[in-house]
């Protein structure tokens, strides 16, 4: 298990296209590893504001709680598990994190998102 986000060493390979599993990371989006990993990784999310990630079939509202002010000034992102997943793994750039389809200011969030930190140049895939 990685110490800084509890993951197994074997979700890993799947993460990186320099492994001999690149055919599983281009062709795994509805998968059971990107469904259950999605979820770990969006669940173990902590923003230093609120946030709430929709994805394709359920909602995760992360970071410190509201106190009662209203959901006007949360910050939403609208994405999906596979994407969800390569993003929180370090596959995506701070500019590609920041052009996702945001509700509100990410500013404060971008530096967040990621486990490994975000990728220095942008990565297409």
């Given at each position: 298990?990685?110490?800084?986000?509890?993951?197994?060493?074997?979700?890993?390979?799947?993460?990186?296209?320099?492994?001999?599993?690149?055919?599983?990371?281009?062709?795994?989006?509805?998968?059971?590893?990107?469904?259950?990993?999605?979820?770990?990784?969006?669940?173990?999310?902590?923003?230093?504001i609120p946030l709430r990630v929709v994805v394709?079939?359920?909602?995760?509202?992360?970071?410190?709680?509201?106190?009662?002010?209203?959901?006007?000034?949360?910050?939403?992102?609208?994405?999906?598990?596979?994407?969800?997943?390569?993003?929180?793994?370090?596959?995506?750039?701070?500019?590609?994190?920041?052009?996702?389809?945001?509700?509100?200011?990410?500013?404060?969030?971008?530096?967040?998102?990621?486990?490994?930190?975000?990728?220095?140049?942008?990565?297409?895939?």
């Amino acid at each position: 298990m990685d110490s800084r986000c509890g993951l197994p060493c074997s979700m890993s390979p799947l993460t990186s296209t320099t492994s001999g599993a690149r055919s599983v990371n281009l062709g795994a989006r509805h998968t059971v590893v990107v469904r259950v990993g999605a979820e770990r990784l969006l669940t173990w999310l902590q923003p230093p504001i609120p946030l709430r990630v929709v994805v394709e079939d359920a909602e995760y509202r992360v970071g410190p709680a509201r106190d009662g002010e209203g959901e006007g000034e949360i910050v939403v992102l609208t994405t999906d598990r596979f994407e969800a997943f390569r993003w929180r793994m370090g596959r995506r750039s701070r500019a590609q994190l920041a052009n996702l389809q945001w509700t509100g200011d990410p500013t404060p969030i971008l530096d967040h998102l990621v486990v490994f930190g975000p990728a220095p140049t942008d990565i297409y895939e």
